[in-house]
């Protein structure tokens, strides 16, 4: 995979305080890109993810928003106007699971789960597209004007029980990818997925901690090993790139095989 040396691009990252997101931002300061670091709560963990983009030779700034809310999702991507004068890729990453059996599923973990997980990501590449909108249309033969890249889950096409809310806003962002991606690409933007498998990160931390689990997880990677936030990262910086311009409306599943075994 070639990475790009293009000229300066202005990425805004969702859920970048910790894990995949966190890895992302930091892969786009190593390319020297401007990177508007998104988080909900850990400002703290935001302000490292800065640092280290800052070290990767990129420049940041870090902005506190709730992307299941329309108010704070404008308010941060004016912040990146104010901060950039543009942006150019928006990576969609911010996401939650609340796990319950079916029945006991309270309608709160049910809403909770689709705000973050599917609301949230129209409403980020609403804003994204309406400012991509504000850019001359390249012409067929030129790279795309703006990059969307949504992050999904495994559970986009795998089934998984105990976890339907979850697995329904994947599901969701599945199609929600392929259809925005058809109804820009004439404008010369690109849309695309990525579905990662297991990764070690926060959001499973419980699984791959746990002896007993972790075991049981490695039953279902082929590959055999646990993904990390790295392994996801190049890839984001990749899809972004003009070195994958003829893509669009694709999910790169990054799972080491996961998805090989039935569901
Ligand atoms: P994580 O818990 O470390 O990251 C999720 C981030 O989203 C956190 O920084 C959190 O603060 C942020 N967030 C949550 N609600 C938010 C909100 N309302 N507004 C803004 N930010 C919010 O876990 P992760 O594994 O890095 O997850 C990142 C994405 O990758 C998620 O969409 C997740 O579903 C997806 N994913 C992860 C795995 C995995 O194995 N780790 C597998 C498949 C998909």
Known sequence: MTMSTQTTQTVLVTGASSGIGQGIAIAFGQQGANVIINYHSDEEEARETLKQVEQ???????CKADVGKEEDVT?????AIDAFGTV???VSNAGIQKDNAFAEMTLEEWNKVMTTNLTGYFLCAREAIKIFDKKPTPSPED?????IIFMSSVHDIIPWAGHVNYASSKGGILMLMKSLALEVAPKKIRVNGISPGAIATDINADVWQDEEKKKE???LIPYKRIGVPE????????????????ITGTTIYVDGG??????
């Open 56 to 62: 990767g030779g990129g420049k940041g700034i870090v």
């Open 75 to 79: 308010r941060m991507f004016q912040e």
């Open 88 to 90: 150019d890729v928006l």
């Open 143 to 147: 790279k795309a004007k703006g990059n």
């Open 217 to 219: 997880l490695m039953k």
């Open 231 to 246: 392994d996801i990262a190049k890839v984001a910086v990749w899809l972004a790139s003009p070195e994958s311009d003829y």
């Open 258 to 263: 996961m998805t090989l075994y039935p569901g």
